[in-house]
């Protein structure tokens, strides 16, 4: 299990009147001896769409070691509520820019010849890309976007010149990754601490080219919680490699521990490279 986000319920202030129910579709909620009761780890995704439907605000978000959410169970317990229950979880997903876990709600449906619906039709362009990742209205920062096809055809003929940049994905930041999104596959990870870029001078051509890229801080961030997840996406995913960048100062050697140790506990034997950067920009 991993840390992540996930409903807490104060059963001191909760009254049992049951309004969170409807707005869960993922059906990680039933009212229980009279109290609302979180069922299943699986079935919670975190975002959190009942808190605010509760009114003894009873329902609040922790970050507490679980199991990680399974779009497949709960679109197992999603059909069986009808078209207006499917409809809402996706709107849900789409609503918080879930668009890994929306693409598994739809292929979960067409795996069991089920209608996509109308509104999630129209979402897929015909070469078959999925179009919610353009139309999601919620946070910019964390909208999920894989660049890969995009930065290749811009630029096959100059990918080595100056001033190309070479990110293949957003988000970059450990804390808002998804742990199962499309640009782990096969991936090549460069984890950087943040400091790196803006110490060594060709970063993207040196470094990144070619790579998913991840950063955070050792030191200023939760360095468990980093290493649990990332630990979670080696063991989600078929990594090809994992390059971890850092600076010379001793807080930042923290990033080598923590990922050394997420290689270990993924079980997996992934090449692993450290790169040491100097204050000064230079490669020691």
């Known amino acids: 299990m991993a ?22 579709p993922e059906g990680a ?19 959190g769409a009942c808190i605010g439907e509760c009114p003894e605000g009873a329902i609040t978000i922790e970050e507490r070691e679980a199991e990680l959410y399974d779009e497949k169970k709960v679109m197992e317990n999603i059909v069986k509520q009808g078209k207006n229950v499917i409809k809402a979880h996706l709107k849900h997903l789409k609503d ?27 979402q897929r362009g015909s070469s ?13 920062g964390s909208r999920v976007m894989d660049l890969r096809e ?28 998804p742990i199962n999104a499309t640009y782990f596959e096969d991936a ?16 993207h051509r040196d470094f990144l080219k070619d790579k998913i890229l991840l950063i955070g801080c050792p030191k200023l961030d939760d360095a468990v919680f980093y290493r649990d997840k990332i630990t979670e996406i080696l063991k989600n995913n078929n990594i090809n490699s994992v390059t971890v960048a850092y600076m010379e100062v001793p807080c930042c050697f923290g990033m080598v521990k923590l990922v050394e140790e997420a290689v270990k506990a993924s079980g997996k034997n992934i090449p692993l490279e450290n790169i040491e950067i100097g204050i000064k920009g230079s490669i020691k």
């Not at 400091?195 to 060709?202: G, K």
Request: with cysteine; net charge negative.
């Open 3 to 24: 840390k992540r986000k996930i409903i807490k319920i104060d059963e001191n202030k909760c009254t049992g009147c049951g309004l969170c129910i409807p707005n869960c």
């Open 128 to 140: 078959g890309e999925d179009e919610t990742i353009k139309s999601f209205s919620g946070c910019p």
């Open 188 to 203: 090549n990870l460069l984890i950087s601490a943040d400091c790196v870029p803006f110490s060594y001078a060709d970063f």
């Open 96 to 122: 918080h820019d879930q668009t890994a876990f929306y693409r598994q709600a739809l292929e979960y449906l067409e795996e069991k010849g089920i209608d996509n619906l109308e509104e999630a039709s129209e």
């Open 150 to 177: 995009e930065k290749d055809t811009a630029g096959k003929s100059s990918a080595d010149s100056a001033g190309i940049s070479q990110l293949k994905q957003w988000p970059v930041q450990i804390m808002l990754v």
């Open 29 to 47: 909620l039933q009212i229980i001896d009279g109290k609302a009761r979180l069922i299943s780890d699986l079935f919670c995704d975190g975002l």
